[in-house]
């Protein structure tokens, strides 16, 4: 009861308790057998959002201090990347990838990590001369991609990685995707969510995601023509699988 914060509550009736609560109890439950292994099978589905952050917090400090190894399943992609050590990604009862939290977000090795692991550009090419081809883009790779040359590829471009002009002071490498003219602009807390219609075939849309201090020294509006670079993408080509070697346009940290 003193682990999950309960001693307050040990004389309460279970209807007494809220939902943050009562998963508490639960967990108390579960760890006075003294397991080996314990298995949440998506414990904070009924949760509100905000109780959800808190408590997912709480039981990863609950589980660093008792060291009980233990297996999440979750479909909340945030709740995966801020509570696993390593992380397991499923598409249709196959293992896609198995990484680190940071290795599956920024390292997707096939289309649907990157997309199922929040939001991601996606932009169809092929590989050519080292270089990704699509149309008139054109991006060099920082090493070659093996058995890959002229096959069919898709880039992953995570909005946060791109940008509407050149950054100054960068140190990562910058490479233009195309001219673009902003769609909508919108205000979304602590950070700007913009849409931008690339000035390519079929116009394709991208998502960019600016923070305050980018929008408020170059605030953009409905109609403005921007050009639009990535500091970072991954390349994934078609015949990838779970076993693939995830395939980058940079090294990366």
């Not at 939902?19 to 949760?47: N, S, W």
């Amino acid at each position: 009861i003193d682990l999950v914060h309960l001693d307050e509550h040990r004389k309460k009736k279970p209807f007494q308790l809220s939902g943050g609560q009562q998963q508490r109890v639960a967990i108390a439950r579960a760890l006075a057998y003294k397991p080996e292994v314990l298995l949440f099978d998506e414990p904070f589905g009924a949760l509100d959002a905000q109780i959800r952050v808190t408590l997912r917090r709480e039981i990863r400090a609950l589980l660093k201090k008792i060291n009980v190894p233990s297996i999440f399943i979750t479909h909340d992609q945030e709740e995966a990347l801020e509570l696993g050590d390593r992380v397991a990604l499923l598409n249709a009862g196959r293992i896609e990838q198995i990484g680190t939290p940071y290795e599956v977000y920024t390292k997707p090795a096939t289309v649907f990590v990157a997309t199922f692991l929040g939001s991601a550009n996606l932009l169809c090419g092929k590989i050519s001369g080292g270089k990704f081809v699509s149309g008139t883009v054109s991006l060099e790779l920082d090493f070659p991609i093996e058995h890959a040359e002229g096959k069919n590829a898709k880039i992953v471009i995570r909005p946060e990685d791109v940008f509407l002009r050149k950054p100054e002071n960068l140190t990562q490498k910058y490479q233009l995707l195309a001219t673009g003219c902003v769609k909508e602009a919108g205000f979304a807390g602590a950070f700007e969510r913009v849409t931008v219609t690339l000035d390519l075939e079929d116009n394709p849309e991208i998502v960019v995601i600016r923070p305050k201090t980018e929008t408020a020294a170059f605030p953009l509006h409905p109609g403005q023509n921007v050009p639009v670079g990535a500091v970072r993408f991954r390349v994934i080509p078609e015949e990838c699988n779970a076993q693939a070697k995830v395939f980058a346009a940079d090294p990366g940290p």
